[in-house]
């Protein structure tokens, strides 16, 4: 276990950014986000960023390739970087495994080449959650906000942050930071034993998902999709601030001076994001707002060994503008599903 | 497969052939003369114009062809009018093969085969019955049922009667929505043309074609006494990766892209009812 104090933060962050790009959750007019580290930076005392980390591996917008059209003739331009190393830190439990269920998909044959890149250059330096909220259940997927996962977990003990590396890059990631000290395992046990106490007295600490991941199209057939989705506005929101939701569009713009290709954050939510020349098979939003939770609680966890594609982080609950989200649904459809 | 999934390669459009009022084939190779990549029958390949749009398309070649891909496109949407107003020479983008493939190599080997098509229905199904052709002694009879809206939409009508009709072991059965003067075929919907037909049970049956015509033609067959595990058909809905992971083409637990588009009967029943 390495330590360092609170107020000596921004020397190991200077140390860290000197060798690779450096993210950490900060204070913005628009709430807490993942922002490249500058001297002078600190981080937010928010417990999670409005927008999750997804973004740094899987850009809400990005440049796939560009076109040069001349006459008749097409001519491909790959116009990939290399991606630099870079470090995440401060990543939350519950984001920290969206990573793993983004990978489930992107990292699957045939592997998605663009965010692979990306996930290999990232380290992430996860933190433990002392004061969980209202809208957290990660413990709902089996996730532990004490004990964070990722390359290095870390936890604030008073006036002092721990660090724990979890694998390779994450001992190589603290090798020869002078402004580490070694510290004793105490403090930090009693930091998970404060943070399990806070847990256990969350409204949504009880929140089973036992009865999800199977019985598809009796849950798609269910007759309370249509008062759940009855006030849904299809704004998408829930998608953009959702860590695991990575369904995507592909558009091409004309510059003007050739065409360059983009792949664009896209949701189930969205009308047309099925609408073909001969109609839409999800014809209401009732069809669309079924298949966003369908595909986290039932055909995801299908697929992928019972892995659900929520981590209970809660964005979509403090975000919802008309406050549906994934844990009302799950108690609706649960109901009378006792076994 | 090309390593890098989203990229495409570059083809160019040597013929154009019309078939109907609303359907072209292209013919595509690579600029220097080949074909783009090998596939198998009922594989499906992405095809785009930069700036304009790109989308799914099945390849109606048979993979025996080994100098070019053939793709019969109907005119419908913003992509397929830019593509119909195309003129030989022109390049366009095309990545793939994506998707499964009709089990020709397995579950179809051996069998007598029917084949039931509705208008541009036919464009996958011809890629598996010139597979099955090219490799006959594989392969028990060949039925083939198509039906169009007219005799005009009929899709290559001459390699129908110039080269299937005239083919030994192989039987051909056309029908039209409406009477037509100089057509003395059958006029009729293919579903009900299935049940007049009355064919053997035994058969292993691959039916393509729109939507409803494939629900009323599977209700036929199953009249008739042919199984759910007898039946393959195809399956299409939005896509814009071909991976299975832009989540466009996602019903139930499958992916059309990667899991389909071949469906026996009998896997698609237990789907959610979204197609």
């Given at each position: 276990m390495l330590k360092i104090k609170l107020s000596k933060l921004p020397i190991l962050f200077d140390a860290l950014s000197d060798k690779n790009k450096l993210y950490i959750p900060a204070d913005t007019k628009g709430g807490a986000r993942f922002l490249q580290y500058e001297n002078g930076m600190t981080m937010t005392k928010e417990l999670n960023t409005v927008r999750s980390p997804k973004d740094l591996f899987f850009p809400q917008t990005e440049n796939l390739m560009d076109f040069k059209l001349e006459g008749k003739k097409i001519e491909v331009i790959d116009t990939r970087e290399e991606c630099e190393d870079f470090v995440i830190f401060g990543v939350r439990a519950c984001d920290v495994r969206s990573f793993e269920v983004l990978d489930r998909v992107f990292l699957s044959e045939p592997i998605d080449t663009y965010y692979k890149n990306r996930r290999e250059h990232g380290v992430i330096v996860s933190l433990a959650c002392n004061r969980p909220e209202e809208t957290c259940f990660c413990s709902t997927f089996d996730i532990d906000c004490a004990n964070p996962e990722g390359d290095v977990a870390s936890y604030i003990c008073g006036d002092e942050m721990y660090f724990e590396p979890l694998t390779e890059k994450g001992s190589e990631l603290l090798l020869n930071l002078s402004c580490l000290s070694e510290g004793s395992e105490a403090p930090v046990y009693e930091c998970k034993r404060n943070i399990y106490e806070i847990k256990s007295k969350l409204p949504l600490s009880t929140l089973s998902a036992e009865k999800f991941g199977k019985n598809m199209t009796e849950y798609f057939n269910s007759d309370k999709w249509d008062e759940l989705s009855e006030a849904c506005l299809g704004c998408g929101t829930c998608t953009f601030v959702c860590p695991t939701c990575q369904c995507y569009d592909i558009k091409d713009f004309d510059t003007g001076n050739g065409i360059k290709r983009f792949r664009c954050w896209d949701s189930c939510m969205y009308s047309d994001f099925t609408k073909m020349a001969h109609g839409n098979p999800r014809v209401s939003q009732k069809e669309r707002f079924r298949q966003r939770f369908m595909h986290k609680l039932v055909y995801y966890p299908m697929n992928n060994d019972g892995l659900f594609s929520c981590v209970g982080c809660g964005r979509c609950l403090s975000k919802c503008p008309i406050s549906m989200n994934i844990v009302k649904v799950m108690k609706k459809l649960g109901e009378g599903k006792d076994e | 497969m090309n390593n890098e999934t989203l990229i495409p390669v570059i083809g160019v459009v040597t013929d154009i052939r019309i078939d109907t009022p609303d359907v072209k084939t292209f013919r595509v190779v690579t600029p220097?003369?080949?074909?783009p990549f090998e596939y198998m029958p009922g594989q499906c390949a992405m095809l785009s114009i930069p700036g304009v749009g790109e989308a799914m398309f099945s390849i109606t070649s048979s993979p025996t062809n080994t100098e070019y891909m053939e793709f019969s496109i109907k005119k419908c949407g913003c992509l397929t009018d830019w593509l119909h107003k195309m003129e030989v020479g022109q390049y366009v983008t095309v990545r793939g093969p994506y998707g499964n493939y009709f089990p020709v190599e397995t579950e179809l080997k051996g069998k007598n085969l029917l084949f039931i098509a509705g208008g541009i229905g036919l464009a996958p199904l011809r890629s598996v019955i010139n597979y099955c052709r090219a490799n006959r002694d594989n392969y028990g009879t060949i039925d083939i049922i198509y039906g169009s809206?007219?005799?005009?939409?009929?899709?290559d009508y001459s390699e129908i009667i110039n080269e299937w009709m005239t083919e030994a072991g192989v039987s051909v059965h056309l029908t039209i929505d409406r009477e037509q003067e100089g057509w003395d075929g059958h006029v009729g919907f293919v579903p009900n043309y299935v049940k007049e037909l009355n064919?053997?049970?035994n058969k292993t049956v691959l039916v393509c074609g729109p939507p409803i015509m494939i629900k009323f033609t599977l209700n036929a067959l199953k009249e008739l006494g042919f199984t759910e595990e007898q039946v393959y058909t195809t399956m299409e809905l939005r896509m814009k990766c071909g991976v299975g992971k832009c989540g466009r083409c996602n019903i139930g637990s499958k992916y059309v892209c990667k899991d389909g588009p071949v469906f026996r009967y009998d896997k698609l029943g237990a789907l959610p009812d979204e197609y």
């Open positions: - | 220097d003369g080949n074909k809206r007219s005799k005009d939409d009929l899709v064919p053997d049970i």
